[in-house]
């Protein structure tokens, strides 16, 4: 099971990467980053996407029906995670696509992967199904 290194190397063979970090969208920061960001800075890109994330994540509209992650519900399997409110968020600009990926943990699954695409080169498909597999085997803790 790799850990966050490990996975943000392997979100960065995507095709088009630019950048991938794992953040946590209770405190806005970059747990760990690499590649390049937008405005150059990691961790205000960081902040901004996590503000994006915690929006969306609050707001009934956008999670499933009954959905109880925070009050220590346990998710599909009864592995013990808890279910993120939101599988992921795509952002798409006209050169880049930027994927956040919320990440299954078993505390209250406030961390996600933020990949950005470059769009001429990146496989947003392609780079959905990765990051979902990359964090059901992401290993925190």
Same mark, same amino acid.
């Given at each position: 099971?790799?850990?966050?290194?490990?996975?943000?190397? @392997?979100?960065? =063979? #995507?095709?088009?990467?630019?950048? /991938?970090?794992?953040? $946590?969208?209770?405190? *806005?920061?970059?747990?760990?980053?690499?590649?390049?960001?937008?405005?150059?800075?990691?961790?205000?890109?960081?902040?901004?996407?996590? @503000?994006?994330? =915690? #929006?969306?994540?609050?707001?009934? /509209?956008?999670?499933? $029906?009954?959905?109880? *992650?925070?009050?220590?519900?346990?998710?599909?399997?009864?592995?013990?995670?808890?279910?993120?409110?939101?599988?992921?968020?795509?952002?798409?600009?006209?050169?880049?696509?930027?994927?956040?990926?919320?990440?299954?943990?078993?505390?209250?699954?406030?961390?996600?992967?933020?990949?950005?695409?470059?769009?001429?080169?990146?496989?947003?498909?392609?780079?959905?199904?990765?990051?979902?597999?990359?964090?059901?085997?992401?290993?925190?803790?």
């Amino acid at each position: 099971m790799p850990g966050i290194d490990e996975c943000l190397l @392997e979100a960065m =063979r #995507l095709p088009g990467a630019r950048g /991938a970090a794992l953040v $946590d969208w209770t405190s *806005g920061l970059a747990l760990g980053a690499v590649g390049e960001f937008p405005g150059g800075d990691h961790e205000a890109a960081a902040a901004e996407a996590a @503000e994006v994330a =915690r #929006l969306t994540s609050e707001q009934r /509209a956008f999670t499933p $029906d009954g959905y109880a *992650g925070h009050d220590g519900a346990e998710g599909a399997g009864g592995t013990g995670l808890v279910d993120p409110p939101v599988e992921d968020l795509i952002i798409s600009n006209r050169d880049s696509y930027h994927v956040l990926r919320f990440v299954p943990t078993s505390f209250d699954s406030s961390v996600f992967l933020h990949v950005w695409l470059g769009r001429a080169d990146g496989n947003l498909a392609l780079a959905r199904i990765r990051l979902g597999e990359m964090a059901g085997r992401l290993v925190l803790g």
